[in-house]
């Protein structure tokens, strides 16, 4: 056998081994945290000392409480149009959808029938009052006559009698007058109210019969103001409404804000109409209407709104913020900062909303520190660094000693 064939597994395994002592070396001297601390110099590397926490002062400020209810916008005014005279439909002077003012003519009915009807009433008091004109001077003849016995009593009674007569006519000839201009005026089918016109129910050259049965041509809801109707329960209306709202003048002074369906960071500002007399016993709730502007008509009528009700006067409240409270099953807890720079977990009762905060009921004192963001960071018995400041590392006021 070849020498070299002989020799060639010890040679094998010799480098073999040599590579992976090489190989652990190396990495060993990749992982040596002391290498990595000499390299980057003292203090680089892993984060040194407590950890930094943005913090906010616990305090009392003077706060409108908001309470939120679910609403439905109703119309301020609203009008079904129906026709008053019988006959064609002979104009439509309006845009479906459109804006339309008080006494804007819609519908023209068909005029000539009235028109006619008019200018025959108009004969008619003519005539009774050109009758009246001869009675009354026949009568009035009469009666210097009888002085001298020209004529007997039965004459002059007859002429009075047709003197009334005439005169009772004159009176039916105007109300048939006023009649036939009502009509007239009726076949020109107005608005009555001012606001926004649905469509034409009825189209051109169809004939409408008035009366009870008259079919609607087309509605106009009043798009300048528009209510918010909704449910306040029996212990918001005592403890925020009517324990500071004790006339009706108070009661319209009271904020409301209305936010739409899809719409969270446009807020409508209105104010409380009105409450309603009693409180329902089966649900507990007394209804309550807002009034809300709306110039430029994007509120609608049955549109579905959130209603937040402020309390009728500011009052002063302990706050805390949104974002420092944690939840722990059913229970509400803050991490609370103690004068050791140590972290404490504190349960707390919360009460109402005050914009980004919440009213707290018992568990914290004014002046003491709370973590204000990234609760979820940190532990209880935590070292920490105390900034107080809209949020950790960024735009930082000021540090707490």
Known sequence: ???????????????????????????????????????????????????PVSVEVIGTQDVRIWKDFPGRLTAVEWAAIRP??????????FEDGQHVEQGDVLFVIDPRPYEAALSQARAALQAAQSNHKLADTEYKRA????????????IVDERRSRFNFVLA????????????????????????????VSRAEIT???????????????TIVADKEIYVDFEVDEQTYLTNIREQAR??????KIPVQVILRGDKDHAIDGFIHAFDNRINPASGTIRARAVLQNDDGILLSGMFAKVRLGSAEAARHLLV?????????????????????VIEYRQVELGDRAGQSRVVLSGLQEGEKVVSQGIMMIRPGMKVKPMEGNSMGMDVEKESP
Request: without cysteine; charged residues 20%; glycine residues 10%.
């Open 1 to 51: 056998m070849p020498i070299s064939a002989i020799m060639r597994p010890p040679f094998v395994k010799w480098m073999a081994s040599g590579l992976v002592i090489l190989l652990v070396a190396g990495i060993f001297i990749l992982l040596n945290p002391f290498n990595h601390a000499d390299a980057q110099g003292p203090g680089e590397g892993m984060p040194q000392g407590p950890m």
């Open 247 to 252: 006339s009706q003048e108070d009661e319209a």
């Open 204 to 218: 051109l050259g169809n004939v409408i019969e008035s009366g009870p049965n008259a079919p609607v041509v087309t």
């Open 169 to 196: 006519e004159i009176n039916g000839a105007k109300a048939t007058l006023e009649q036939a201009e009502i009509d007239l005026d009726y076949a020109h089918v107005k608005a009555p109210i001012s606001g926004r």
């Open 143 to 154: 009666q210097e006559l009888i002085k001298t016995n020209a004529i007997s009593q039965r």
């Open 84 to 93: 008053q005279v019988s006959g064609r439909i002979t104009e439509i002077l």
């Open 321 to 341: 913020g949104q974002k420092a409270i944690g939840t722990d099953q059913d229970r509400r807890f803050v991490y609370v900062v103690n004068n050791d720079n």
